[in-house]
């Protein structure tokens, strides 16, 4: 079966950097969708980034991480990852990678997504 296996997650003072990676066990992310969600505890998962195969392998990114995120492939090594830049507290969550094949218009949206990886904790905080 395809996994998908997140890394990179830990303590970061708020305003730092921290880069997340995802690599696929047994999968490929050559031809799909790979997008990064997150889950603050006690709260709903939401969009973060996502980076699309086709159309030039455009990029996306939700409104709360905008000009401070940055998603990007590694095709060589099959990785994906998620550098995150002038962290705020309210960043903290639960980071998870995701792969699926969804239309541009359902790009954000959880059900797109076939295989997810297990989640690392970004814990923002002084």
């Known amino acids: 079966q395809v996994q998908l296996v997140e890394s990179g997650g830990g303590l970061v003072q708020p305003g730092g950097s921290l880069t997340l990676s995802c690599a696929a066990s047994?999968?490929?992310?050559?031809?799909?969708?790979v997008a990064w969600f997150r889950q603050p505890s006690g709260k709903d998962r939401e969009f973060v980034a996502a980076s699309r195969w086709s159309g030039g392998s455009n990029t996306y990114y939700g409104d709360s991480v905008a000009g401070r995120f940055s998603i990007s492939r590694n095709n060589a090594r099959n990785t994906v990852s998620l550098t995150m830049n002038n962290l705020k507290p309210d960043d903290t969550a639960i980071y998870y990678c995701a792969r699926g094949r969804p239309i541009l218009s359902s790009l954000r949206q959880i059900s797109s997504y076939t295989y997810w990886g297990q989640g690392t904790k970004v814990d923002v905080s002084s």
């Open positions: 047994e999968g490929t992310f050559s031809g799909y969708t």
